[in-house]
T-cell receptor
Framework: SAVISQKPSRDICQRGTSLTIQCQVD?????MFWYRQQPGQSLTLIAT?????????ESGFVIDKFPISRPNLTFSTLTVSNMSPEDSSIYLC?????????????FGQGTRLTVV | AQSVAQPEDQVNVAEGNPLTVKCTYS??????LFWYVQYPNRGLQFLLK??????LVKGSYGFEAEFNKSQTSFHLKKPSALVSDSALYFC?????????????FGIGTKLQVIP
């Protein structure tokens, strides 16, 4: 299994500013994932972060708005840039690990962001 | 493209009664299916998964889910609900048609267990 720590757990930010969310995993993983969970909605994958290469963004998400770093196999950051109230969401970090014959996903506790 | 539907926004059940949270899916290949639970102010927690084998899958906290290929469903069940089961439940699917496929989540179903 994997233990994932996210910081901060919550924040209230002014529009136009940026927030960087940190994700620390207690074991080395190849792929790390960043999701957004908007109020009353499901999880939406923002991007996949591999160590040593640029993140792969899903449709509707761009690097200028959500820059991601992946400096090593246990750590990643997601920055929400030039924030607006529409960015108010829970942001979740996730990793996948092989468990026996299968791959299982583990999630951080999330970062609850409110933009005012 | 793959998709997941959770047709109920909320399910209310009396404590001690059986509960069912519904999920249907659509994939082009064979499905990998998952259930996650999200308690207030906490991250997603894995409950159970179906990859292959027995259609009835048993998971954490007494939950189980039945894979029904003909109905493309993977409903979550528990024989006797507890008040502490009240949470948001997400069904998720991944297509095993080759290469890396991302996980797609349903919109979530809020389970309210009434004392």
């Amino acid at each position: 299994s994997a233990v994932i720590s996210q910081k901060p757990s919550r924040d209230i930010c002014q529009r136009g500013t940026s927030l960087t969310i940190q994700c620390q995993v207690d074991s080395q993983v190849t792929m790390m994932f960043w999701y957004r969970q908007q109020p009353g909605q499901s999880l939406t994958l923002i991007a996949t972060a591999n160590q040593g290469s640029e993140a792969t963004y899903e449709s509707g998400f761009v690097i200028d708005k959500f820059p991601i770093s992946r400096p090593n196999l246990t750590f990643s950051t997601l920055t929400v840039s030039n924030m607006s109230p529409e960015d108010s969401s829970i942001y979740l970090c996730s990793v996948e690990m092989v468990q026996g014959m299968n791959t299982e996903a583990f999630f951080g506790q999330g970062t609850r962001l409110t933009v005012v | 493209a793959q998709s997941v539907a959770q047709p109920e926004d909320q399910v209310n059940v009396a404590e001690g009664n059986p509960l069912t949270v519904k999920c249907t899916y659509s994939v082009s290949g064979n499905p990998y299916l998952f259930w996650y639970v999200q308690y207030p102010n906490r991250g997603l927690q894995f409950l159970l998964k179906y990859i292959t084998g027995d259609n009835l899958v048993k998971g954490s906290y007494g939950f189980e889910a039945e894979f029904n290929k003909s109905q493309t469903s993977f409903h979550l069940k528990k024989p006797s609900a507890l008040v502490s089961d009240s949470a948001l439940y997400f069904c998720a699917v991944r297509d095993d048609s080759g290469g890396y496929q991302k996980v797609t989540f349903g919109i979530g179903t809020k389970l309210q267990v009434i004392p």
